[in-house]
């Protein structure tokens, strides 16, 4: 998809013993049986043995199993004690973690079926903790859903990755072969409840997906108690599959496997409902799927281009919409389509059709410009023919949606004429630059709070976080880092606040910024300078104050709008190149954080808070320094000649 042009887990100190938690955006449900705050603390580990028995069904579902290993793994590795594994058809005495669904949550009156999606409980029963959730069954049925996602695989079944488990969790020696992961988007609730127990009564922090971004204490014995939970993520479509591509996330983490990628992603709980939209209409679905000659598009255009005016096109494309939820067959390759979505959108090109009738509804947009990137001029035409193809699909499948992008000159909302009410629309919206550029923000915000009001349907958005790091790559030279974490768990919150049902990242933030994220997405009360507080001691030990210095540092500048003075900043953009080291990596500044990292790396103690002061030494610093370095030469060489 073309960019835009140059343009928090409140992270609870977990404490042994009692822990009475309540979430927001969480539905509470009576439960029976409800645990009291009195009751003596559930013993999980004792002095460095298994004090407690995992239960699963003697066929658990891919959430079930992999809940079970993730408790027996983080368990073993923090008190050395393995909790072992039995089914609910063996004689299990004494104290009893029962995971998924089994004969014995039936007796005490929880199915998995009785759970929303993505929703999940914790409980506490006198000797038994239960996790469980609504999870995806492996069955004939579900094995057949068709879909194309919107990350982490072309298809429903590519997204449930197998993994060696054993081996990717650095324990090899007990390796029983591979086995498949619950896709990100297929229902895992308690996978949900088992993250979520590992974290509050385990006190453990994924985060990044490698053993030395993961902390976990050293302690013998471990007891949970609290009041049970049963709630489910804010954010219901959360769509950044993080792997480590671009150069902060990839250096801060380290070599990490993309096994280790793969369990991270259901950690952090990422993926969840399944929302897919993204460029359909496209050479190689021209040539294949759609290659009437009644409806290519005219003029140059043609064979990416369609001419959605056309009835024929609509009916077409309407009826491969039927047979993707019928079940008869997948969206093209290419498109974008899963659950209850069906996406339309068109190629990433400016070249529409130019017979009379495409021509009239574009000119009916002329007046809808707005000088950014997001704009209208080609809103009325566009949505004009989703509405017609919504209005199809609605009279056979009133219950599903077509999704669709509000992008670049169809970024507003339709002037001549209302949406239909099941188009499902994801406005693409340039979080990246909300810190420091006045009128994009502001052109984004209209166009959202337009989108707000005027569309029935579910709301989905896309996040640019692109800038600046792609046009450094694209350009090579080295961006100062765009640190905004206070700015994007303030969005995200808003964004929540106001009912968005998903968010699909465009881009890679720092490790640390899309960990917060992550979490807000889950919980928006969370407070961000806790949980900031709390990485920096427990990730960096001895080296906590500089790094944390460093970062807020990098942060405060970066985020700063007088740092963006004319000519660099620009009514729909900002000249990254030139103002990374003229204004921002100033050489006062440079030397300021250059001491503050020096100082860490003289305070590390551990041989990990040196690996990790390195890591993001050699991610950040390093990336700097070399960027002003270069910036530096290219200036002084025109003066040489």
């Not at 042009?5 to 309540?22: A, C, I």
């Not at 029983?176 to 988007?185: A, I, Q």
Request: charged fraction near 25%.
């Amino acid at each position: 998809m073309r960019k835009a042009l140059n343009m928090h887990l409140k992270p609870v100190l977990f404490l042994l013993g009692v822990m009475v938690l309540s979430f927001s955006g969480c539905a509470t449900k009576s439960l029976p049986m409800v645990s009291t705050p009195d009751r003596p603390g559930f013993p999980i580990a004792k002095d460095g043995a298994p004090a407690c028995t995992i239960v699963t069904r003697s066929e658990p579902t891919p959430a079930a199993r992999l809940a079970a290993l993730e408790i027996q793994f983080h368990v073993l590795k923090i008190t050395g004690a393995e909790l072992p594994i039995r089914t609910d058809k063996e004689t299990v005495s004494g104290p009893r973690i029962l995971v998924g669904e089994s004969d014995a949550t039936h007796a005490l009156g929880f199915k998995g079926a009785d759970f929303a999606p993505q929703e999940y409980l914790i409980a506490f029963r006198p000797d038994t903790v239960i996790l469980i959730g609504r999870d995806w069954e492996d069955t004939e049925a579900n094995r057949k859903e068709f879909g194309r996602p919107m990350s982490c695989g072309d298809t429903m079944e590519s997204t449930r990755q197998r993994v060696d488990y054993w081996k990717t969790v650095g324990l090899p020696e007990r390796s029983t072969g591979e086995m498949e992961l619950p896709g990100v988007y297929d229902d895992q609730g308690t996978c949900y409840a088992a993250y979520d127990f590992i974290e509050r009564y385990c006190h453990v922090r994924w985060y990044g997906p490698n053993a030395v971004s993961i902390v976990l204490p050293a302690q013998k014995t471990i007891t949970a108690q609290g009041a049970d939970i049963r709630r489910a993520p804010a954010l219901k479509d959360r769509d950044a599959l993080w792997a480590g591509n671009w150069p902060f996330m990839q250096g801060q983490w380290g070599a990490v496997t993309r096994p280790e990628v793969y369990l991270f992603w259901r950690r952090l709980r990422l993926g969840g409902e399944k929302w897919a939209g993204n460029h359909t209409f496209h050479k190689k679905t021209v040539e294949t799927m759609l290659n009437n000659p009644a409806y290519q598009a005219q003029g140059p255009g043609k064979g990416t281009q369609l001419c959605y005016t056309n009835p024929k096109l609509v009916e077409e494309v309407a009826q491969m919409a039927r047979d993707f939820f019928d079940g008869k067959q997948n969206a093209p390759e290419g498109w974008k389509a899963i659950g209850d979505y069906f996406a339309l959108v068109p190629d990433d090109n400016s070249k529409f059709c130019t017979c009379e009738a495409c021509q009239t509804l574009l000119r009916s947009g002329k007046d809808m410009g707005t000088g950014q990137f997001s704009g209208g001029t080609v809103s009325n035409y566009f949505f004009s023919f989703v509405n017609a193809v919504a209005r199809e699909v609605r009279k056979t499948h009133p219950d599903k949606y077509i999704a669709t992008l509000a992008y670049w000159s169809y970024a507003y909302a339709p002037r001549a004429f209302d949406m239909e009410p099941n188009v499902s629309v994801a406005p693409c919206l340039h979080t990246c630059m909300y810190a420091i550029h006045k009128e994009m923000r502001e052109n984004d915000m209209t166009l959202y709070k337009e989108w707000l009001q005027k569309t029935k349907a579910p709301i989905y958005l896309w996040n640019y976080y692109h800038h600046p790091m792609e046009p450094a790559l694209i350009d090579k030279f080295n961006c100062f880092p765009n640190v905004m974490v206070h700015e994007s768990a303030s969005t995200m919150r808003m964004f929540i606040k106001d009912g968005i049902r998903g968010i699909f990242v465009c881009g890679e933030q720092d490790m640390l910024e899309g960990y917060v994220i992550a979490k807000i997405w889950d919980d928006p009360s969370l407070d961000v300078d806790v949980v900031l507080d709390e990485f920096f001691q427990r990730y960096f030990g001895a080296a906590a104050k500089p790094m944390k210095r460093f970062y807020l540092q990098i942060e405060q500048i970066a985020t700063n709008p007088k740092n963006y003075p004319k000519p660099f900043y620009r009514r729909n953009g900002i000249d990254w190149k030139n103002v990374a080291w003229t204004q921002l990596g100033t050489a006062a500044r440079m030397e300021q954080l250059g001491k503050l990292m020096a100082q860490a790396e003289a305070q590390a103690q551990t041989d990990v808070e040196k690996q990790r002061v390195v890591q993001w030494r050699d991610a950040l610093w390093k990336w700097m320094v070399d960027g002003r370095a270069q910036y530096l030469t290219k200036v002084a060489e025109p003066r040489k000649k």
